[in-house]
């Protein structure tokens, strides 16, 4: 008679068990189980009672079938393997091995924190999220170019805009690195190789500025705070943007971001603008992702007749005389009326909660004193007009 190689499961308790006592006798640990000395189908019990001298081989059988031979003396002694799962094959286990399984899993799914605790921020905007909503304790490291908030000042600088000390980084031991832009993508390939987690966001729309402060928030294991901080913030625009629509009209502006070659406003300034009440002069240029294609000739820009020059030159200090020196600029009604403004680039061009609060009031101000006819003083004699003395620098 053919016998099936999986209907018969050894019991594990007793390793050295004579098979024809195994077979006939149901021990009280067995008989918890509601099983004899095997688990087996029908047939196989009326195989086994019949034919009592096939025991051995049987049990020789079993062992063969759950992946591990048993061997002839073995058979031929009486002794059975321990016990195999009718799923896996594999041994069952006493209660101290599932216990041991069990807390070798805890700590091993315990070996990581559920979100990442120690977090190097490559650019301003990641680390006053972080601050804002309340997660300061997770921040490492910061870029050099921090400002905002100051105490951020404080952590390791491991970085510039475009270029940062790996091994500074890594003595820091994040658990989380986040960069911003295409022109991050090598540092960021160098820490992913070194096998650093690293997360680059490259948000050019205010709408998307709000996506990553919810993205960063939730990649700390804080959506809700992010989540609040990012509707606070459309909060305050939708006010801005209610005061500006009572402007008595919208002023055209150019806005610049670095004066050689002239660069227009990157998308969230030249949206700000338009929020603000102004008319951007280059607006076509803001669905390039690269500066490349929002370069200007002077002369061009001259011919779109700003009303209103705004100047922040990533990090450098605007000066007056270069942009009124321009092939076409002395024209310009900005030039003729004295509108040329600088902002600070701390508040304006980092996309996150700075260009979305001070960076947006400062352009308010300014579109809103030219929209009226006024001017706003500037900083210091000679200096390029500037928004501090209303809003606070």
């Given at each position: 008679?053919?016998?099936?190689?999986?209907?018969?499961?050894?019991?594990?308790?007793?390793?050295?068990?004579?098979?024809?006592?195994?077979?006939?006798?149901?021990?009280?640990?067995?008989?918890?189980?509601?099983?004899?000395?095997?688990?087996?189908?029908?047939?196989?019990?009326?195989?086994?009672?019949?034919?009592?001298?096939?025991?051995?081989?049987?049990?020789?059988?079993?062992?063969?079938?759950?992946?591990?031979?048993?061997?002839?003396?073995?058979?031929?002694?009486?002794?059975?393997?321990?016990?195999?799962?009718?799923?896996?094959?594999?041994?069952?286990?006493?209660?101290?091995?599932?216990?041991?399984?069990?807390?070798?899993?805890?700590?091993?799914?315990?070996?990581?924190?559920?979100?990442?605790?120690?977090?190097?921020?490559?650019?301003?905007?990641?680390?006053?999220?972080?601050?804002?909503?309340?997660?300061?304790?997770?921040?490492?490291?910061?870029?050099?170019?921090?400002?905002?908030?100051?105490?951020?000042?404080?952590?390791?600088?491991?970085?510039?805009?475009?270029?940062?000390?790996?091994?500074?980084?890594?003595?820091?031991?994040?658990?989380?690195?986040?960069?911003?832009?295409?022109?991050?993508?090598?540092?960021?390939?160098?820490?992913?190789?070194?096998?650093?987690?690293?997360?680059?966001?490259?948000?050019?729309?205010?709408?998307?500025?709000?996506?990553?402060?919810?993205?960063?928030?939730?990649?700390?294991?804080?959506?809700?705070?992010?989540?609040?901080?990012?509707?606070?913030?459309?909060?305050?625009?939708?006010?801005?943007?209610?005061?500006?629509?009572?402007?008595?009209?919208?002023?055209?502006?150019?806005?610049?971001?670095?004066?050689?070659?002239?660069?227009?406003?990157?998308?969230?300034?030249?949206?700000?603008v338009e929020l603000c009440g102004g008319e951007d002069v280059?607006?076509?240029?803001?669905?390039?992702?690269?500066?490349?294609?929002?370069?200007?000739?002077?002369?061009?820009?001259?011919?779109?007749?700003?009303?209103?020059?705004?100047?922040?030159?990533?990090?450098?200090?605007?000066?007056r005389e270069i942009i009124a020196a321009r092939p076409g600029?002395?024209?310009?009604?900005?030039?003729?009326?004295?509108?040329?403004?600088?902002?600070?680039?701390?508040?304006?061009?980092?996309?996150?909660?700075?260009?979305?609060?001070?960076?947006?009031?400062?352009?308010?101000?300014?579109?809103?004193?030219?929209?009226?006819?006024?001017?706003?003083?500037?900083?210091?004699?000679?200096?390029?007009?500037?928004?501090?003395?209303?809003?606070?620098?």
């Amino acid at each position: 008679m053919s016998i099936s190689r999986q209907s018969f499961v050894c019991i594990a308790s007793q390793p050295q068990v004579n098979t024809a006592s195994a077979l006939a006798t149901k021990p009280a640990w067995a008989a918890q189980r509601g099983e004899g000395g095997f688990a087996r189908s029908r047939s196989e019990v009326g195989t086994s009672r019949r034919y009592p001298a096939r025991q051995a081989h049987i049990a020789a059988d079993v062992g063969a079938g759950a992946g591990a031979p048993l061997g002839a003396d073995a058979a031929r002694d009486g002794r059975l393997r321990a016990p195999r799962s009718l799923i896996s094959g594999s041994p069952r286990r006493s209660r101290r091995g599932e216990d041991t399984i069990v807390n070798a899993a805890a700590d091993l799914l315990a070996a990581a924190p559920p979100y990442p605790r120690r977090v190097v921020c490559l650019t301003e905007e990641t680390t006053e999220t972080l601050y804002r909503i309340g997660a300061a304790d997770l921040v490492v490291g910061v870029s050099g170019f921090t400002v905002r908030p100051p105490e951020a000042r404080r952590k390791p600088r491991v970085s510039s805009f475009l270029s940062a000390d790996a091994e500074a980084i890594l003595a820091l031991r994040p658990d989380l690195v986040v960069g911003f832009s295409d022109l991050q993508a090598d540092i960021a390939r160098d820490l992913v190789r070194r096998g650093v987690p690293v997360l680059v966001t490259n948000q050019r729309s205010v709408a998307e500025i709000l996506q990553v402060v919810r993205l960063v928030a939730a990649a700390v294991g804080r959506a809700e705070a992010g989540a609040a901080l990012a509707d606070d913030l459309a909060a305050g625009l939708s006010r801005v943007a209610d005061a500006a629509s009572s402007l008595p009209r919208r002023p055209r502006a150019f806005f610049e971001e670095w004066p050689e070659p002239l660069i227009s406003g990157i998308r969230w300034v030249s949206e700000l603008v338009e929020l603000c009440g102004g008319e951007d002069v280059c607006a076509e240029s803001r669905s390039s992702h690269a500066a490349s294609g929002r370069i200007f000739e002077p002369a061009e820009v001259a011919r779109r007749d700003p009303e209103v020059v705004i100047a922040s030159w990533c990090g450098k200090k605007a000066r007056r005389e270069i942009i009124a020196a321009r092939p076409g600029f002395a024209a310009t009604r900005a030039v003729r009326d004295d509108q040329l403004y600088e902002v600070k680039s701390a508040i304006i061009l980092q996309p996150g909660p700075a260009a979305l609060t001070d960076g947006v009031a400062h352009l308010a101000a300014i579109l809103g004193a030219v929209a009226r006819g006024e001017r706003l003083p500037p900083r210091r004699d000679g200096e390029l007009r500037a928004a501090d003395a209303r809003v606070g620098g």
